[in-house]
T-cell receptor, first 113, second 110 residues
Framework: NAGVTQTPKFQVLKTGQSMTLQCAQD?????MYWYRQDPGMGLRLIYY???????DKGEVPNGYNVSRLNKREFSLRLESAAPSQTSVYFC????????????FGSGTRLTVV | RKEVEQDPGPFNVPEGATVAFNCTYS??????FFWYRQDCRKEPKLLMS???SGNEDGRFTAQLNRASQYISLLIRDSKLSDSATYLC???????????FGSGTRLSIRP
């Protein structure tokens, strides 16, 4: 099983450019999540989708949008990238976060110049 | 104050030593607790869940103290391969999301 697959693995954007980070899971999980990880800040929740058809803001949603395309896929869009969005982005999924925790994808390293 | 706090370290200990980390959480409604391991430039991976009665997995022991609102991770007979960042994580019963600490960096020296 592939688990959680994120694309791309690396990306460099210019300020103001847009892009979509893709995430897909093959574990039939209901819930999916987008986090960013910055040095000294830990993992911060951007958006999550507790089930297909629902999305909710996390701790740091400004500058991002998400789409839960179907049960498998959850994408994160940066409409106008800013240098402050330079980070490592992790997608995660879970059948039940409280019971099983998360399975993470391998991450996308994004640099905005 | 952060909801989940950890000593960032680094902890630098010799191979074979016993090392322990604590993690405090501020919300008493927290229901589930986890330890994750993250290697350099890799994704976090679940190390173990933390149960009220405490649990052990080989050289790793996790404990929960609800009264003082902290969880701990003990690593015995540490190996070079234990070098990593250890993240504690807390889930609330009212939400399907997890809050992570910033991580504690552990370095095992030969």
């Amino acid at each position: 099983n592939a688990g959680v697959t994120q694309t791309p693995k690396f990306q460099v954007l210019k300020t103001g450019q847009s892009m979509t980070l893709q995430c897909a899971q093959d574990m039939n999980h209901n819930s999916m999540y987008w986090y960013r990880q910055d040095p000294g800040m830990g993992l911060r929740l951007i958006y999550y989708s507790a089930s297909e058809g629902t999305t909710d803001k996390g701790e740091v949603p400004n500058g991002y949008n998400v789409s839960r395309l179907n049960k498998r896929e959850f994408s994160l869009r940066l409409e106008s990238a800013a240098p402050s969005q330079t980070s490592v982005y992790f997608c995660a999924s879970s059948e039940s976060a409280q019971t099983y925790g998360y399975t993470f994808g391998s991450g996308t390293r994004l640099t905005v110049v | 104050r952060k909801e989940v706090e950890q000593d960032p370290g680094p902890f630098n200990v010799p191979e074979g030593a016993t090392v322990a980390f604590n993690c405090t959480y501020s919300n008493s409604a927290s229901q589930s607790f986890f330890w994750y391991r993250q290697d350099c430039r890799k994704e976090p991976k679940l190390l173990m869940s933390v149960y009220s009665s405490g649990n052990e997995d080989g050289r790793f022991t996790a404990q929960l103290n609800r009264a003082s609102q902290y969880i701990s991770l003990l690593i015995r007979d540490s190996k070079l391969s234990d070098s990593a960042t250890y993240l504690c994580a807390v889930a609330y019963s009212s939400a399907s999301k997890i809050i992570f600490g910033s991580g504690t960096r552990l370095s095992i020296r030969p």
